[in-house]
């Protein structure tokens, strides 16, 4: 059984450049790669767009992974190299399939004022890592529980599932939790979980999680407690997965498992290659791939657990 809680806390970067949105990163790091499959958790907002400019990502890569787009607050235009133009809005998933190679951008719409809200990432397993490109869109419905709403984007919990595929078991929902309120979910033993308190003030099975820190709990748990300790709705992403299991190599955009993965996904995109493809109706140019560094890209793991 799992006993303990450990607590991620985020890093601030910049989003598509040194003068782009500052989000605030709580995987991956040196503590932990991945929960379950989820290998990049990006929490951003509420951000003034008339100060910051909001989000404006120009087209970029990906492969061996999925996107998940998942707002609070504002609306984001998508367009990708499979030709869709949609719009992410506040309790819609956006979930986009990279596998071989595919490229998009995003860019927060004129009529958006405040923009909130989580990117995250999952990797695919090295069977699937090759797959054909890939666009999902869905709007869960909320679950109502004794002190919590509940809206599930991926896998199962509270009696509702998601028809997302995914390619591992994943767990994906936003929980809005009551002044005070305390749940208990039943979740599945074998995957592990994270939480991510986007606003609050929470405790997981006892142990404090303040704004923007990420609590982990282990595979062995069947029930996970959330308390909010004030006297404000607290909201939460609680994310879940079986243990990986492979090792990987993350450089920018990309998820392979060897350094020349990497290499030749960057020469690649560098060459606008077919595989990739291009992104229309941006007005702007593409993001050059930045220099590889000079070492061996090693693959990331978690820490072994005593």
């Not at 006993?3 to 890093?11: G, H, I, M, N, W």
């Not at 695919?124 to 999902?136: K, S």
């Not at 990739?276 to 657990?305: Q, S």
């Amino acid at each position: 059984m799992s006993d303990t809680v450990e607590v991620l806390t985020a890093r601030d970067v910049p989003l598509g450049g040194p003068r782009a949105m500052p989000v605030r990163r709580t995987l991956p790091q040196r503590a932990r790669t991945l929960i379950g499959a989820w290998c990049f958790v990006d929490h951003y907002g509420p951000d003034d767009v008339a100060r910051t400019g909001g989000m404006d990502v120009a087209p970029h890569p990906h492969t061996g992974l999925q996107t998940v787009s998942w707002l609070f607050t504002g609306e984001i235009e998508h367009r990708d190299s499979m030709g869709n133009h949609a719009m992410v809005r506040p309790g819609e998933l956006n979930l986009m399939t990279g596998g071989h190679g595919i490229a998009h951008s995003e860019v927060s719409t004129p009529d958006t004022t405040v923009l909130h809200g989580v990117q995250l990432w999952v990797a695919l397993p090295d069977r699937d890592r090759h797959t054909a490109r890939d666009f999902q869109h869905y709007a869960p419905g909320p679950v109502h529980l004794d002190g919590a709403e509940v809206r599930v984007f991926l896998g199962t919990l509270a009696g509702a599932t998601s028809p997302v595929r995914t390619f591992t078991p994943l767990l994906g929902a936003e929980l809005l939790l009551a002044p005070r309120a305390t749940v208990t979910l039943d979740v599945d033993g074998g995957f592990e979980h994270g939480v991510l308190v986007d606003q609050g003030a929470v405790t997981l099975s006892g142990t404090p999680l303040a704004r923007a820190e990420l609590g982990y709990v282990a595979p062995g748990d069947t029930t996970l407690t959330l308390t909010n300790e004030t006297d404000a709705q607290a909201r939460l992403i609680l994310l879940g997965g079986p243990p990986f299991g492979e090792e990987i190599v993350m450089w920018w955009n990309f998820i392979g498992r060897t350094h020349q993965d990497i290499a030749e996904a960057r020469q690649e995109w560098q060459d606008a290659s077919a595989r990739f493809g291009a992104v229309e109706g941006y007005p702007g140019d593409r993001l050059p791939a930045p220099a590889l560094p000079h070492a061996t890209i090693t693959p990331r793991k978690n820490p072994t657990r005593h």
